[in-house]
Structures are given as C-alpha cells and as structure tokens.
C-alpha cells in the first residue's frame, strides 16, 4: 500500500505527465517543421501518439488521439433547433438556488463553497492548487452592440480605478482616481451601439460583488476547511500568486477576489504577460491553430454550414428587431454578438430588444422564445467549435499550449521542492478555459 506523500507525488506526477504530453507535441521539431501543413496530415500526426520523458526517468505512452463527445441536446442541431427553454440552464438570473446550486448559471459561476466541497479522507495530503477561471459578470462588448440601442446602460454605482503609484515611496502617494463616464450635452458626437456612463466592456457593480464572494467562498473552503491556505494574519503573499490578462476585466476580478480572500485593501501585484504573447487569453500569433479554428467555423465545415442554413429565418428575425445590416459579418458568421448582447441584459435584469420606429420602441421585440434559441445555437456553436469538430483538439492545443507548458512547470518546480507558491490564480476569458477544456477532453462542451 501507497503511503499519503507516495500517492501525493504519483497524484502530481500523473498530471504533469498528461499536460507534458502536449507540451512535448508543441516545442517538438514536428511541429516546427509542418506549421503550414494543415486538415488531415496535422491531425494524423498529432494521433499518432508521442512518448513523452519526465523528470529524467518515466517514459509514458500518452494517447493524443481526439475522441468525440456524448452526444446531448447541447450538440445535436435538431435539439437546438426545436427544444424550448435552454435545458434547464439560466440565463435570466444570478441566483441560483441553494437545493440546485452547481447547475449551469451562465449569469454567474457556481463558485466551490464549504457547503458543497466534498472533503477527501485524512489519508490525502492537498499540496498543490492552480485555479484558471473566467472573469465574472459584465457589460457586453461595444462590437456586439446593436447600430441603436434603445436604452442607456449606466454605470454609476461603481468606479474603476486606473492610476499608477511608486511602489517605494511613502510620501509620493496618489489619490485613488476612477473613471467616471458622462455625456456631453455640448458634444454633437455620439458612439453608435450603446450609449451611458459604462465602459463596454467593463465588470458590473453585481459582477464585482460576485467576485468578491468567490474570493471569500475560495478561503472558507481552502483555509477553513481544508487548512491549505495561510491565515489572513500570516506570510500569505509569500504563497500566492494571481495573474491577468491584458483585457482590464481580469484585473476588476483580481481586485475584488483578492479582497474576499484577504480581506485587504493593500496592493498585490498581479502577474501580467506582454500584449501580443499572453499565454493566458491567449493572445500569441499560432497559425496553425487560427486556420483550424476559421475552418471549423466556415463552410468547408459540413455541420457548421448546415445550421447557417436551418437558422437563416432566425437571423433574419433579428436583423429586422436590431437593425443590424445582413452584410455585417461579425453578427452573422455565428450567434457570438447576439448571444452576449441578449445575454448580458437578461443577466442585469434589463429588457430584452424591441424594433425602433421613429426613434421609438414598437411591439415587435424579442421575445423569451426567441431569445432561448439564440442561446441555444450558441451552446450548439461552442460545442462545435471546441469538442465536436474533430480539428478542435489540435486547434485548441496549439493556441492554449504555451499556457499548458506553464502550467507544466508549476507542477514540475513543487515537485523538485523549487517553488513556494502553493495557490497560482489564473483569471481569463471563456476563450482560455474552453480551450484548456478542448485538450482536456471534457465530454459536454458548452459556452464558459
């Protein structure tokens, strides 16, 4: 029998093994080689499998193979096409009840809680923790905006604070500025899309509360329960570490997790890579992985054009109600723009979209109906995208595998006893955690 420290490093080692694996694959001389070959060949080759050296002396066979998903509601057309509601998913609240807590809340993310976490026996040893999240909720992105929008959208009950402070220095400090937006009643200018005090986009006063909570819900489960975590009166900035991306979003997380966690108003740094190369978003240039993605989501796609086809009445249902032009392609390649637009106000308690005529709503409006199929192609879509396309696994690895080497080394360092950091805090997009799911091959993709 294993003894807990044995089955901790086995636990580690495993991990890093699986993760290694598509390190290996990216930095191999392969990949280097055949970056511009694309389709059949790339995927052939990465199937093929790859031995994969750890620490000098496992050699492990690791299966690299893409296998398909279970097929559910989520990923079947005729499903999204013609079901009502979103499968018991919510769209239209941020709470969640206690009895059901867990369940799909796309408004906000069930967070880990005391009052759910299931503790492991005594016989396990919690060594290692690196958390990778999508920011909360927020604004939606001035790019899926409609040409004009019916209402403002205000901001007035926040602040978001940008200003810069040496670190040294005691006396030279600044004052605690924050944007507050307005509109100029002299200006002649206005922006398109949605007009007030918000920056779009820009985390909500509820999506900021949220934040906090989760930071909060994270340290009664890590230190409370499981006593991983350092006190809030001991050495934990010696043990922690948070990191964001270059979208400023991440960032209003960061602040208002580490508050609930900490329960501090001081500075933390966060760890933030350079524009163009964050592994964490991920912004770095993969070719490869840009033409599979574009591929899956174009015609050369049998599946993908077929729901274009079936849902060309629905999209022409919401060009008439926004006022959206047919030809704008970034509202018609997928449902991406509608689904957030629609989505954003459902999840901040605002009307859903009604046709202006004459600078003034009419009766035709979205509908509640028409507004669960949007979300429902977008389930559909997601699924596509990043599991049931069988392009999606090398599509993913490539574009999310630095990040995946990363994380490979943090599990590689505490292993070898040459790191400290105990609890790394990754906060990202739904682009970063459905591609790591993507590689991780979670077997029912929807929209994070």
């Known amino acids: 029998m294993?003894?807990?420290?044995?089955?901790?490093?086995?636990?580690?080692?495993?991990?890093?093994?699986?993760?290694?694996?598509?390190?290996?694959?990216?930095?191999?001389?392969?990949?280097?080689?055949?970056?511009?070959?694309m389709g059949s060949r790339l995927v052939k080759a990465w199937s093929s499998g790859l031995s994969v050296l750890f620490m000098g002396t496992a050699i492990a066979q690791v299966d690299l193979a893409w296998y398909p998903p279970s097929s559910t509601s989520v990923n079947n057309l005729t499903a999204a096409l013609t079901s009502q509601g979103v499968y018991g998913f919510i769209f239209n609240t941020s709470e969640t009840p206690d009895g059901e807590y867990g369940m799909y809340n796309w408004c906000n993310m069930p967070h880990v809680r005391k009052s759910e976490y299931v503790k492991p026996d005594s016989s396990y040893e919690l060594s290692y923790v690196e958390v990778i999240q999508r920011h909360h909720k927020r604004t939606p992105y001035a790019s899926n905006s409609f040409p004009v929008e019916s209402y403002h959208w205000d901001c007035d009950d926040q602040g978001l604070y940008y200003y810069g402070s040496t670190v040294d220095s005691d006396v030279a400090q600044p004052a605690r500025g924050f944007w507050k937006g307005y509109i100029s009643s002299v200006n002649p200018y206005t922006s398109s899309g949605w007009i007030g005090t918000c920056q779009f986009p820009q985390l909500t006063s509820a999506g900021l509360d949220d934040s906090w909570a989760h930071g909060r819900d994270i340290y009664e489960v890590y230190h409370d329960l499981l006593g991983f975590l350092p006190g809030r009166d001991e050495d934990w900035r010696s043990k922690v570490t948070y990191r964001v991306t270059q979208n400023v979003i991440t960032s209003q997380v960061a602040g208002m997790v580490i508050g609930g966690m900490w329960q501090t108003t001081d500075s933390v740094p966060l760890m933030i890579q350079a524009l163009k190369v964050d592994s964490l978003e991920p912004q770095y240039n993969c070719s490869v992985g840009s033409s599979l993605f574009n591929a899956i989501q174009s015609s050369s796609n049998a599946a993908w054009q077929d729901q274009l086809d079936a849902t060309a009445d629905f999209f022409a249902t919401l060009d008439d109600i926004s006022g959206v032009p047919r030809d704008d392609s970034g509202f018609h390649v997928s449902f991406d723009h509608y689904f957030d637009n629609l989505s954003a106000r459902q999840c901040h308690a605002k009307p859903l979209p009604c046709k202006l005529e004459n600078g003034a709503n009419s009766t035709t409006c979205v509908d509640q109906a028409l507004a669960d199929a949007v979300y429902r192609m977008g389930e559909w879509e997601y699924s596509q995208i990043y599991r049931d396309d069988p392009d999606s696994l090398v599509a993913s690895a490539t574009t999310f595998g630095v990040w995946i080497s990363e994380l490979s080394q943090h599990l590689r360092e505490f292993i070898d006893n040459k790191r400290d950091i105990v609890y790394f805090h990754n906060i990202a997009h739904d682009g970063s955690v459905s591609r790591l799911l993507s590689i991780l091959q979670i077997d029912e993709m929807v929209v994070r």
Do not use: D
Request: include cysteine; aromatic fraction near 12%; charged fraction near 10%.
């Open 2 to 37: 294993t003894s807990p420290s044995q089955r901790r490093i086995n636990g580690l080692v495993f991990t890093a093994l699986v993760f290694c694996a598509f390190v290996a694959l990216l930095s191999s001389t392969f990949i280097q080689e055949q970056v511009a070959i």
